[in-house]
């Protein structure tokens, strides 16, 4: 008998010794660093934003996010473990401490930056919710929609906004609530709604994968704000400032013409600003505890901005979504990025 | 471990490692040193929780439930809409998770005591369909099974403009099935009084029938009758006050049909899948409890005279019971718990609403989950419970 109470004691001793170690803080960046890869929650599935192309690797934005972290922290932009989360596991994912960084098309929104221990460390994409329905309708406003039934995922800010929406203009609607993009997108093609609402990118994302993009038609009306970004846990100032910087960096890097062809020569620049940002000048990574080339490693991955915008979004992707909001400041957009020094 | 360590003399009284030795002192003290243990590790995962949540900086506690939801449902049983509070919102989905689960719990039970039957029947048909339904549908996961109602009905069905029209007013379309929605008029009360009256008499026909048939041998229609008086006096009733009913006929306008009632795809294929689902199984429960009845029970009930339905109905059928009911229950169970899967097919359910789009705008993870799985114990408990009533009810009374 004697041993088995012995058991028991031992297991609940070590059942409390877990639960002890399961509640100290680490330091993200040294957990990075030391594990060698980048754990980074991403999309199950969204073009342009991050999905698996036919050879199984991860592209899109976000997905260039993740690779431009790994590629600051790591010196290495394959060194990330992509973890696919839906709208609703996502910041269990990140609180819990799976995910290193959430990089998911995720809204930043007060409640999300106070309640949910989480923190938001910039904005890769000016986003804004509107709708898209079938040409066939006729419909060619969102005001016309008085009555409709409209597809929409939980767990969303798009099914808050939907609702102040057809509320502020005294319009009656019906939902039709989805946990998967996929099985939304089903019933919306399917014929069960009228509406499909999400974000604009994820629309034209989406559109552009019909087999006949143009008998889908996105309406003009964008209803919400929606500043998507990346963010990471509270508490850890120095993973969100590294987050942030690389962010910045990517922005600074394109402000300063620095693209994926020319960082090569660019490191042998005189200009001071190129020679700060490159790293031969001063000592701006040490403090972000990075190596003090970086950003070359980023842009050497990823390129700027620009670049990795138009390559998975814009002009060079099959979304063709027009920069908008996501131009540089001095381009008339709202990317503007601290300066680098 | 009483039997081995058995008594030890006179000598066990004089130290205090005898007493410990003692078989009834040393379980005493196992289990307190369990119970002890296991409540150390509850209060210690509770603390060490909370204690996390509030390191992190994550919102605990359940304030949220009076806040305003925000987002709306589409199917709810009770008043709800936007600007209402997650309480509210929570109410809604249980409901229609209870709804689901009922109706399902019903059907399920129909078909399977038809399917059953069906594979116990003489006609070799009947019986191998009844074998192909089992065998193809309970191997075949239920999820699968309800992607394939939702979306083979939903694309097969046309859109609101080239509905089907069913006779009467209805329609059927991709948005669901449009029924006219009867609203009653001033005097239909009456209607509902004569039915109560029927049901009232009816069992008082039951009781004095059977007291008759007990002192005089005699039998007394007493299902007709109960039938008459729960039909046909209520409509005679509705019919005599001149048909106070009038009906709200769906009408297209705009995008979709307006007034009316309507059933969603979403709720129809939920239920429809888990009833199919659930029958699978309990035609076989039907089919093995029947056949657990020995054969010479039902030889001897004919061979004391009683017809052949008489003898399944007054001999086979309550014996069968016996051996159905148990496995029985957990089918019910089965079928309540499964209605969670109606998240991925969007028809708005506990689990669809409350810890999904709820525990998505609150982030209280811990907290909605902790709710959702005590309201499913809960359901499932009281089911049990009944169902434990009902074959008590049922069991051998022996005389």
């Given at each position: 008998?004697?041993?088995?109470l012995?058991g028991?004691?031992?297991?609940a001793?070590?059942?409390?010794?877990?639960?002890g170690?399961?509640?100290?803080?680490?330091?993200?960046?040294d957990?990075?660093?030391?594990?060698?890869?980048l754990s980074c929650g991403?999309?199950?599935?969204?073009?342009?934003?991050?999905?698996?192309?036919?050879?199984g690797?991860?592209?899109?934005?976000?997905?260039?996010?993740?690779k431009?972290?790994a590629?600051a922290?790591?010196?290495?932009?394959t060194k990330?473990?992509?973890v696919?989360?839906?709208?609703?596991?996502?910041?269990?994912a990140l609180q819990?401490?799976?995910?290193?960084v959430?990089i998911?098309?995720?809204t930043w929104?007060t409640?999300?930056?106070?309640?949910l221990g989480l923190?938001?460390a910039?904005v890769?994409?000016?986003?804004?919710q509107?709708?898209?329905?079938?040409g066939?309708?006729?419909v060619?406003?969102?005001?016309?929609l008085?009555g409709?039934t409209?597809c929409?995922?939980?767990g969303t800010?798009t099914?808050?906004?939907l609702?102040?929406y057809?509320?502020a203009?005294?319009m009656t609607?019906?939902?039709?609530?989805f946990?998967?993009?996929?099985?939304?997108l089903?019933?919306y093609l399917a014929?069960?709604?009228?509406?499909?609402t999400?974000?604009q990118s994820?629309?034209?994302s989406?559109?552009v994968?019909?087999?006949k993009?143009?008998?889908?038609?996105?309406?003009?009306?964008?209803?919400?704000?929606?500043?998507?970004?990346p963010?990471?846990?509270q508490?850890d100032?120095?993973?969100?400032?590294?987050?942030?910087?690389?962010h910045y960096?990517?922005?600074?890097?394109?402000?300063?013409?620095?693209?994926?062809?020319?960082?090569?020569?660019?490191v042998?620049?005189?200009n001071p600003?190129?020679?700060?940002?490159?790293?031969?000048?001063?000592?701006?990574g040490k403090?972000?505890?990075?190596?003090?080339?970086?950003v070359v490693?980023?842009?050497k991955?990823?390129?700027n901005?620009g670049?990795?915008?138009?390559r998975?979004?814009?002009?060079?992707?099959?979304l063709?979504?027009?920069?908008?909001?996501?131009?540089?400041?001095?381009?008339?957009?709202?990317?503007y990025?601290p300066?680098?020094? | 471990?009483a039997?081995?360590t058995?008594?030890?003399?006179?000598?066990r009284?004089a130290?205090?490692?005898?007493?410990?030795?003692?078989?009834?002192?040393?379980?005493a003290l196992?289990?307190?040193?369990?119970?002890?243990a296991?409540v150390?590790?509850?209060a210690i995962?509770?603390?060490?929780?909370?204690?996390?949540?509030?390191?992190?900086?994550?919102a605990?506690?359940f304030?949220?439930?009076?806040?305003?939801?925000?987002?709306?449902?589409s199917?709810?049983?009770?008043?709800?809409?936007?600007?209402m509070t997650?309480g509210?919102?929570?109410?809604?989905g249980?409901?229609?998770?209870?709804?689901?689960?009922?109706?399902?719990?019903?059907l399920?039970?129909?078909i399977?005591?038809?399917?059953g039957?069906?594979r116990l029947?003489t006609?070799?048909l009947v019986a191998?369909?009844?074998?192909v339904?089992?065998e193809?549908?309970?191997?075949?996961p239920l999820?699968?099974?309800l992607f394939f109602w939702?979306f083979?009905v939903?694309?097969?069905?046309?859109?609101p403009?080239?509905?089907?029209t069913l006779?009467?007013g209805?329609f059927?379309?991709?948005?669901?099935?449009?029924?006219?929605?009867?609203?009653p008029?001033?005097g239909?009360?009456?209607?509902?009084?004569a039915?109560?009256?029927?049901?009232?008499?009816?069992?008082a026909?039951?009781?004095?029938?059977?007291r008759?048939?007990?002192?005089t041998?005699?039998?007394?229609?007493?299902l007709?009758?109960?039938?008459?008086?729960?039909v046909?006096?209520p409509l005679?009733?509705?019919?005599?006050?001149g048909?106070p009913?009038v009906f709200?006929?769906p009408?297209?306008?705009?995008?979709n049909?307006?007034?009316g009632?309507?059933?969603?795809p979403?709720?129809?294929?939920?239920?429809l899948?888990?009833?199919?689902?659930?029958?699978?199984?309990?035609?076989e429960?039907v089919?093995?409890g029947?056949?657990?009845?020995?054969?010479?029970q039902k030889e001897?009930?004919?061979?004391i005279?009683?017809?052949?339905?008489?003898s399944l109905?007054?001999?086979?059928?309550p014996?069968a019971?016996?051996?159905?009911i148990?496995?029985l229950?957990?089918?019910?169970?089965?079928?309540t718990?499964?209605?969670?899967?109606a998240v991925?097919?969007g028809?708005?359910?506990?689990v669809?609403?409350?810890?999904?789009?709820?525990?998505?705008?609150?982030?209280?993870?811990?907290?909605v989950?902790?709710?959702?799985?005590?309201?499913?114990?809960?359901i499932?408990?009281?089911v049990?419970?009944?169902?434990?009533?009902?074959?008590?009810h049922?069991a051998?009374?022996?005389?």
């Open positions: 008998m004697k041993p088995i012995k028991i004691l031992a297991g001793a070590a059942l409390i010794a877990t639960a170690i399961a509640s100290a803080q680490t330091k993200t960046l957990t990075v660093k030391s594990r060698g890869s991403v999309n199950v599935g969204l073009a342009g934003f991050s999905q698996p192309d036919d050879k690797n991860w592209t899109g934005l976000d997905v260039d996010y993740c431009a972290i590629a922290v790591l010196g290495d932009a990330v473990k992509y696919p989360t839906t709208a609703k596991e996502r910041f269990t819990s401490g799976e995910i290193d959430l998911r098309n995720t929104t409640a999300r930056d106070s309640s923190i938001f910039g890769n994409y000016y986003d804004g509107g709708f898209m329905v079938k066939s309708l006729g060619k406003t969102a005001k016309e008085n409709a409209v929409v995922q939980t800010t099914e808050l906004n609702a102040d057809f509320k203009n005294k609607y019906k939902p039709v609530v946990e998967k993009l996929d099985e939304t089903q019933a014929g069960r709604c009228d509406v499909y999400t974000d994820g629309l034209y989406v559109r994968q019909q087999p993009p143009e008998d889908h038609l996105v309406l003009p009306e964008i209803i919400s704000k929606e500043p998507l970004g963010s990471v846990r508490g100032d120095q993973w969100l400032t590294v987050v942030k910087w690389v960096a990517l922005l600074n890097a394109e402000e300063a013409g620095i693209t994926q062809a020319n960082v090569a020569e660019m042998n620049s005189t600003e190129i020679k700060r940002i490159v790293g031969k000048d001063g000592e701006l403090g972000l505890g990075l190596p003090n080339d970086f490693s980023i842009v991955a990823v390129g901005y670049e990795l915008f138009e998975n979004v814009g002009s060079g992707s099959r063709k979504i027009a920069r908008g909001l996501n131009k540089l400041w001095n381009n008339g957009g709202l990317q990025a300066p680098l020094r | 471990m039997v081995i058995s008594d030890h003399g006179p000598a009284k130290s205090l490692a005898s007493y410990l030795y003692r078989p009834e002192v040393r379980q196992y289990q307190i040193v369990l119970v002890v296991l150390a590790l509850f995962l509770i603390t060490n929780t909370a204690a996390n949540l509030r390191k992190q900086n994550i605990s506690g304030g949220f439930i009076d806040r305003t939801a925000g987002f709306d449902v199917q709810h049983l009770i008043d709800y809409d936007n600007s997650y509210r919102a929570f109410l809604v249980l409901l229609n998770t209870l709804l689901v689960a009922g109706l399902g719990i019903v399920a039970t129909v399977g005591f038809i399917i039957i069906s029947s006609n070799w191998r369909l009844a074998t339904y089992v193809v549908i309970r191997n075949v999820l699968l099974q939702y083979a939903l694309k097969s069905l046309p859109g403009r080239q509905s089907y006779p009467g209805g059927v379309n991709v948005r669901g099935l449009y029924l006219p929605a009867p609203v008029q001033p239909f009360d009456a209607v509902w009084l039915v109560v009256i029927g049901i009232v008499a009816s069992i026909i039951h009781l004095l029938a059977r008759r048939q007990m002192l041998g005699q039998q007394f229609p007493v007709w009758t109960s039938l008459a008086l729960i046909l006096m005679g009733v509705f019919l005599f006050l048909q009913l709200d006929y009408e297209l306008k705009g995008f049909f307006q007034g009632m309507v059933m969603q979403e709720f129809l294929a939920l239920l899948g888990l009833s199919i689902y659930t029958a699978s199984f309990i035609a429960i089919r093995s029947i056949q657990g009845v020995s054969k010479g001897a009930a004919l061979a005279g009683l017809s052949k339905g008489q109905r007054l001999v086979v059928i014996q019971m016996r051996i159905i148990p496995p229950t957990s089918q019910f169970l089965n079928l718990k499964n209605s969670s899967l991925a097919i028809y708005p359910d506990l669809s609403v409350w810890s999904g789009t709820v525990l998505n705008q609150t982030g209280q993870a811990v907290e989950i902790l709710v959702t799985m005590c309201v499913f114990l809960t499932s408990l009281i049990s419970a009944f169902m434990n009533w009902f074959n008590k049922m051998l009374v022996e005389r």
